[in-house]
T-cell receptor
Framework: EAGVAQSPRYKIIEKRQSVAFWCNPI?????LYWYQQILGQGPKLLIQ????????DSQLPKDRFSAERLKGVDSTLKIQPAKLEDSAVYLC????????????FGEGSRLTVL | DQQVKQNSPSLSVQEGRISILNCDYT??????FLWYKKYPAEGPTFLIS?????DKNEDGRFTVFLNKSAKHLSLHIVPSQPGDSAVYFC????????????FGKGTRLHILP
């Protein structure tokens, strides 16, 4: 079974530039999450999708971050414009979404904002 | 406001001995708890979970204990092996409200030869 795929693995940009990250969850997983992990911190939930609907985006900085999950499968997370404090690893995870269960994480996309 | 706290940033344990990682939570609505393990440059992987209706769950060398009255859980690894060196994240969810999973900051475990 293929795992959660993310790209790019690494991205370096200058502040005020834009960046987009892509995630392909495990086939059949209805729930998709984007987490931000800043160095030395635990993963922080940015947005949670159930199929193609948003369940929770309360911690997504909507003035600069946006995310979509078209057709309930792949998802894209965009940052525009980026700030220095956005430097982090962006983790995508998926789950069956049928009650208590584990999250399956991708390897993450490491963003450095200069 | 940190709802899931792992107060030990790091822990060193001799190979073969027991590793005990601790986690405290503040939200009494949490009823499902998970431990994740993370190697460098990889995403976290699920290790073990426990529901609030239980006080212990065991899977091979890994056991999680839950003390609801103290809002405390711990992960025991016995015996500790070199491959256990990683960052361990405690996580919690309030399934009776939503299934949002909140993570702690993590504890880096070093297994010494």
């Amino acid at each position: 079974e293929a795992g959660v795929a993310q790209s790019p693995r690494y991205k370096i940009i200058e502040k005020r530039q834009s960046v987009a990250f892509w995630c392909n969850p495990i086939s059949g997983h209805a729930t998709l999450y984007w987490y931000q992990q800043i160095l030395g911190q635990g993963p922080k939930l940015l947005i949670q999708f159930q199929n193609n609907g948003v369940v929770d985006d309360s911690q997504l900085p909507k003035d600069r971050f946006s995310a979509e999950r078209l057709k309930g499968v792949d998802s894209t997370l965009k940052i525009q414009p980026a700030k220095l404090e956005d430097s982090a690893v962006y983790l995508c995870a998926s789950s069956l979404g049928l009650g208590p269960g584990e999250l399956f994480f991708g390897e993450g996309s490491r963003l450095t904002v200069l | 406001d940190q709802q899931v706290k792992q107060n030990s940033p790091s822990l060193s344990v001799q190979e073969g001995r027991i590793s005990i990682l601790n986690c405290d939570y503040t939200n009494s609505m949490f009823d499902y708890f998970l431990w994740y393990k993370k190697y460098p440059a990889e995403g976290p992987t699920f290790l073990i979970s426990i529901s609030s209706i239980k006080d212990k769950n065991e899977d091979g060398r890994f056991t999680v204990f839950l003390n609801k009255s103290a809002k405390h859980l711990s992960l025991h690894i016995v015996p500790s092996q070199p491959g256990d060196s990683a960052v361990y994240f405690c996580a919690a969810s309030a399934l009776n409200r939503d299934d949002k999973i909140i993570f702690g900051k993590g504890t880096r475990l070093h297994i010494l030869p």
